[in-house]
Structure formats: structure tokens, C-alpha cells
């Protein structure tokens, strides 16, 4: 599948054990475990600007 001009792919590794828990979690939420990391890695981001902005 073709990645959008906006967006980017990336790498990353991971246990076994943490993509069968994504997996599963992907799964309760109907998302690809792809999107799942978008959302939870987004939502980190979210925080991180929250927190240094209450600094």
C-alpha cells in the first residue's frame, strides 16, 4: 500500500509479546495495529506538549 505524500513509514522493533498485546488491543478498538501506534504515539506527543506548556 502506498504511503500519502503527508505521511512517512518508519521501523520500529518490537517483542513478540508487545505486538501480540497490540494485536489484541487493535482488536477491542477495530484499528489496525498500525493506526494503534499512530494514535498512542500521537497521543504521547499531545501529553508532552500539555506538560511543557503548564511549565
Known sequence: ???SDQN???LVT???ETKNKLEMLST???RS???LCSKIIN???KS???ESLCE
Request: zero cysteines.
Open 33 to 35: 495495529v498500525s493506526n
Open 48 to 50: 508532552k506538549e500539555v
Open 1 to 3: 500500500m502506498a504511503v
Open 28 to 30: 477491542q478498538e477495530q
Open 43 to 45: 497521543d504521547y506527543i
Open 14 to 16: 518490537i517483542s513478540k
Open 8 to 10: 512517512t513509514r518508519i
